[in-house]
Antibody, heavy 119, light 110 residues
Framework: QVTLKESGPALVKPTQTLTLTCTFS??????????VSWIRQPPGKALEWLAR???????FYSTSLKTRLTISKDTSKNQVVLTMTNMDPVDTGTYYC???????????WGQGTLVTVSS | QTVVTQEPSFSVSPGGTVTLTCGLS?????????PSWYQQTPGQAPRTLIY???TRSYGVPDRFSGSILGNKAALTITGAQADDESDYYC??????????FGPGTKVTVL
């Protein structure tokens, strides 16, 4: 059974760095073809793909956010970490950790974690 | 910057058929963009409906189907039911490891 769960602060101040952790089970990121993405959704708005890390440690970022994002993995802990620097109120939203298939589909989603950026 | 397009909204009668589309601001959508579709109701995480253009995810009813129509990806709901009333998002792989979501289509069943 594949599960993913996001964890991190619910509230961050403007200009701070956000660190989110995805802890997953039911698959291994050391298995060829496995990938994990981060996707976010501001309240009442559309989904936005942020970043992806692959089994071979390849990393990919949203064009508009790549200067602020870093994705990493700890295969031994079954975790993926996303950091986003210089947080702004427009970054408020629900952040999802999602398993990603070899055909770049998002097949298993975490429940999401709501992050609010406010002073 | 690549932009993915979707219709803002659609209304369909119960039992009716509706086709949502997913396009690219520059160029045509092909199977190489690996179109996938997600259904989301308020307060819930998205649910995977279709991936790799046409493949239904496990447990998805066969009234949902995916295709390429002209220069766009398409999601067709045949025999719409009340609980199909949701937001529907497509996502396209645009190369260099990057995926882009569309703005979503709100489907109303009435």
């Amino acid at each position: 059974q594949v599960t993913l769960k996001e964890s991190g602060p619910a509230l961050v101040k403007p200009t701070q760095t956000l660190t989110l952790t995805c802890t997953f089970s039911g698959f291994s990121l050391s298995t060829s073809g496995m990938r994990v993405s981060w996707i976010r959704q501001p309240p009442g708005k559309a989904l936005e793909w942020l970043a992806r890390i692959d089994w071979d440690d390849d990393k990919f970022y949203s064009t508009s956010l790549k200067t602020r994002l870093t994705i990493s993995k700890d295969t031994s802990k079954n975790q993926v970490v996303l950091t986003m620097t210089n947080m702004d109120p427009v970054d408020t939203g629900t952040y999802y950790c999602v398993r990603t298939t070899t055909t770049i589909a998002f097949d298993y989603w975490g429940q999401g974690t709501l992050v609010t950026v406010s002073s | 910057q690549t932009v993915v397009t979707q219709e803002p909204s659609f209304s369909v009668s119960p039992g009716g058929t509706v086709t949502l589309t997913c396009g690219l601001s520059s160029g045509s959508v092909s199977t190489g963009n690996h179109p996938s579709w997600y259904q989301q109701t308020p307060g819930q995480a998205p649910r995977t409906l279709i991936y790799s253009t046409t493949t239904r995810s496990y447990g998805v009813p066969d009234r949902f189907s995916g295709s390429i129509l002209g220069n766009k990806a398409a999601l067709t709901i045949t025999g719409a039911q009340a609980d199909d009333e949701s937001d529907y998002y497509c996502v396209l792989y645009v190369g260099s490891g990057i995926s882009v979501f569309g703005p979503g289509t709100k489907v109303t069943v009435l």
